[in-house]
């Protein structure tokens, strides 16, 4: 029996917390379902707002999908629910990716739960340099912690490992650049004043490692009078890779959970991340990133991590846009 009302405003509150997680290209690719018979709340896909050259297994959209199941729990537990979340509940619905039920209260509103509630609003994607102070020890024991807590991996390699990785990554940005189809579907969604308030205002692109030396995604590609001035990113980046031990998509859920679990934790502790997704848009590439001496993982997201500025909000869709209340 529920013994804390779901009202209109809470409610909005949940959906607010859900679409500020990051997605491939801001696309959003979600939708929600409340129940109310039963106070669950459904999750599903919106393959309308998928991006099928980048991403055509889905892969990337079910991440997206589970970083915002994870907001979900957070400010669940916020509110002070004890929310049981299912990841594919139902086999013969294959969009429902998730649900979250809210019928059992909590005894309590842990401090940590607090704090990645409040990260959940400063959270953002930083596409500039960061300072060349190290991420401290203990606050990348932090980030491990969180990723292992969804049933991922999060690993810190050395110097040169992150050197193969980013040469990966660069090799992977080469091809998104020279192929058309790639090149086409990136730039569309580059969003100019008026746009719909989902992809990425063009205000939110960030410059190019003047270096070479960090290949962050140029949106603008070969569209050189788009570009900002190249500038000088860090020398020595703080690269995390992301992994789970399988590969199907109910492990791209958790990715996305563990994704969006390690990115609230570290913006708790003032660290800001852009992601390097280039090299898992290619198979081959995305294969090459694993580390054998890891054993047979999967690399789900390459994290680059540093201090920096908090970083402008994207746009997002109202909560109207993505919310179906209807019993």
């Known amino acids: 029996m529920i013994t804390i009302a779901l009202d209109g405003a809470g409610l909005e509150k949940l959906i607010s917390a ?90 309590a509103t842990l401090p940590a739960n607090a704090e990645l509630f409040e990260a959940i609003w400063h959270r953002h994607t930083v596409r500039t340099p960061f300072a060349d102070a190290p991420v401290p020890p203990a606050v990348l024991d932090r980030l491990a912690e969180a990723a292992r807590a969804e049933q991922a991996v999060l690993h810190l390699p050395g110097a040169e490992e992150r050197t193969r990785l980013l040469e990966i990554t660069a090799e992977a940005e080469r091809s998104n650049t020279t192929d058309p189809d790639h090149r086409r579907e990136s730039r569309s969604w580059i969003q100019g004043p008026g746009a719909p308030p989902y992809g990425i205002p063009a205000t939110a692109l960030g410059p190019q490692d003047r270096s070479g030396h960090l290949p962050v995604r140029d949106f603008s590609a070969i569209e050189p009078a788009e570009h900002l001035p190249p500038t000088v990113f860090e020398a020595e980046p703080c690269i995390a890779v992301l992994a789970t031990e399988h590969d199907r998509p109910v492990d791209w859920l958790r990715a996305g959970l563990a994704l969006e679990h390690v990115l609230l934790v570290a913006t708790v502790h003032q660290i800001r991340a852009s992601l390097l997704h280039q090299a898992m848009e290619w198979p081959q590439l995305r294969w090459a990133t694993r580390d054998p001496e890891h054993g047979p993982e999967y690399v789900q997201m390459l994290l680059r991590l540093g201090y920096g500025p908090e970083g402008a909000p994207t746009p997002r869709l109202q909560v109207g846009e993505v919310l179906d209340a209807e019993g």
């Open 18 to 107: 859900a679409v500020a997680a990051p997605s491939i290209h801001n696309s959003q690719p979600w939708h929600f379902r409340l129940r109310p018979e039963t106070s669950i709340l459904e999750v599903r896909a919106r393959r309308e707002r998928a991006v099928p050259i980048t991403d055509p297994e889905g892969r990337a959209m079910l991440i997206s999908v589970g970083a915002a199941v994870l907001n979900l729990r957070v400010a669940a537990r916020h509110m002070g629910w004890a929310p049981v979340v299912r990841l594919l509940p139902d086999p013969a619905e294959p969009d429902l990716l998730a649900d979250v039920e809210l019928d059992q209260p909590s005894l």
